[in-house]
C-alpha cells in the first residue's frame, strides 16, 4: 500500500483542495481502511465551508466512508484485514484514499449490503438517535421536513418502525420518484391535515420563524395516547420563539449527531464507557442498526437517487457555484 494518502481540504479563500499528506502510525485502538467511497454530507460540508472562508483556516471535509480494512492496531477487536466496512467521524473518516479511525467508529457490513448502500449507515445513525429521541411508535403518522440525506434515511428508519411517513421539500426534485411516501405542501393552509401528526421531523438548514405556526397547526394535540406530540429538530434551524398557554402541550426536541459517546475521543478509542439515556444507544450500536434498516429497507434503497463521482468532478462540484445536487453524492476513490 501507499505511505501516503490525499485529503479533501477546505483551505480558506482558496476554495476545497486535495492536499497530499503522509501516513501517520497506526495507534493500538485504531483499523486503518482502504477507502472505496466517502459520502458527502452537503448541509454540515456547506455549513463549516463558510465558516472556513471568514477564518481562513484549513479544515479536512469528510465524515463518511465504506472500505476494506488493510490492517488493525493490537487492541482492536471485531474486525479484521479484509473486512468490508463503515466508518464515520468528523475530521477522521475524512474524503481520502486511506483513513485511520478509532475502532469504535467502525462496523462491519452485513453481506446483502453493496458498499455503496452501507455507507448511508454512517449518517443514518442521525436518523435512528432521531428517531429514538423521539420515541416514535408503531402507526404513528409523522412528517419529515426536508429531504435532504438525512431526511430520507429518518424516513426509512421510521418506516421500519412501522410510521405512516409523509414528507415536505420546498425543492420538488429532492423527493425520489416511487418511494412509499406521501408529499405535504408546507405553503398551503393545514386544511384537512390540520393535527393529523404526532411527530414533525425537521430535517433542513434554515430559519422558521414563518413556519413555526403552521407546523404546531398540524401537530396533534392529544399526542398519540403515550406521549405529547413532538417537534424534533434534527437540523440547524432558528426561529424567534413565545413561548405561552396558547400553544397547547408539546414537546420540542433536539437531536445532537448520531448517538451517545460520539465526539469523545476516549470513547471513540475504547478507553472508557458512557451511560445511555433509556431509549438511547451509543454511536456505533446506531451505525450497526442502521445497518439493519437498510437491509430491511433495500426496496427504498433501489428508489434514492444517486451519484458516483472521481475525484475531479467532486472539486468541481465543492468550488462550483451548484454545489451538490439533492441526493446522495458518493465520492469513488478507487475501483472495488
Not at 475530521?91 to 455507507?119: E, F, G, M, Y
Request: charged residues 15%; hydrophobic residues 45%; proline residues 5%.
Amino acid at each position: 500500500m501507499s505511505s501516503s494518502r490525499y485529503t479533501l481540504t477546505a483551505c480558506g479563500a482558496d476554495g476545497v483542495i486535495a492536499v497530499h499528506e503522509p501516513l501517520a502510525a497506526l495507534a493500538a485502538t485504531e483499523v486503518q481502511v482502504a477507502v472505496e467511497y466517502s459520502m458527502v454530507s452537503p448541509g454540515t460540508e456547506r455549513h463549516y465551508l463558510q465558516q472556513v472562508r471568514e477564518t481562513g483556516e484549513h479544515l479536512p471535509l469528510g465524515y463518511c466512508a465504506a472500505g476494506v480494512v488493510s490492517a488493525v492496531g493490537p487492541e482492536v477487536e471485531g474486525v479484521q484485514p479484509g473486512d468490508r466496512v463503515v466508518a464515520m467521524g468528523w475530521k477522521i473518516a475524512t474524503h481520502s484514499n486511506w483513513i485511520q479511525v478509532p475502532q469504535r467508529l467502525v462496523c462491519k457490513v452485513p453481506p446483502p449490503l453493496t458498499q455503496d448502500q452501507a455507507i448511508l449507515a454512517t449518517l443514518g445513525a442521525t436518523a435512528v438517535h432521531a428517531v429514538d429521541r423521539a420515541q416514535l411508535q408503531a402507526g404513528e403518522q409523522i412528517l419529515v421536513v426536508g429531504m435532504g440525506l438525512v431526511g430520507k434515511m429518518l424516513s426509512l428508519v421510521a418506516a421500519c418502525h412501522g410510521a405512516r411517513i409523509w414528507v415536505a421539500d420546498l425543492n420538488p426534485a429532492a423527493i425520489d420518484p416511487g418511494l412509499p411516501v406521501q408529499v405535504l405542501d408546507l405553503l398551503a393552509e393545514p386544511g384537512a391535515m390540520a393535527g393529523q401528526f404526532t411527530r414533525i421531523f425537521l430535517c433542513i438548514d434554515a430559519d422558521i420563524s414563518a413556519l413555526f405556526p403552521r407546523l404546531l397547526a398540524l401537530l396533534n394535540p392529544q399526542g398519540n395516547g403515550a406521549g405529547r406530540s413532538r417537534l424534533v429538530n434534527v437540523g440547524r434551524v432558528s426561529l424567534t420563539l413565545e413561548l405561552s398557554p396558547q400553544m397547547g402541550n408539546i414537546d420540542i426536541i433536539n437531536v445532537s449527531r448520531c448517538g451517545n459517546g460520539y465526539r469523545d475521543d476516549a470513547y471513540h478509542h475504547g478507553r472508557k464507557s458512557v451511560q445511555c439515556p433509556a431509549g438511547e444507544a451509543t454511536v456505533e450500536r446506531n451505525i450497526a442498526r442502521c445497518l439493519d434498516y437498510l437491509v430491511a429497507g433495500k426496496d427504498w434503497l433501489e428508489h434514492l437517487q444517486r451519484v458516483e463521482m472521481d475525484l475531479g468532478q467532486a472539486l468541481a462540484h465543492y468550488n462550483g457555484a451548484a454545489f451538490f445536487a439533492p441526493g446522495i453524492n458518493l465520492i469513488k476513490h478507487r475501483e472495488a
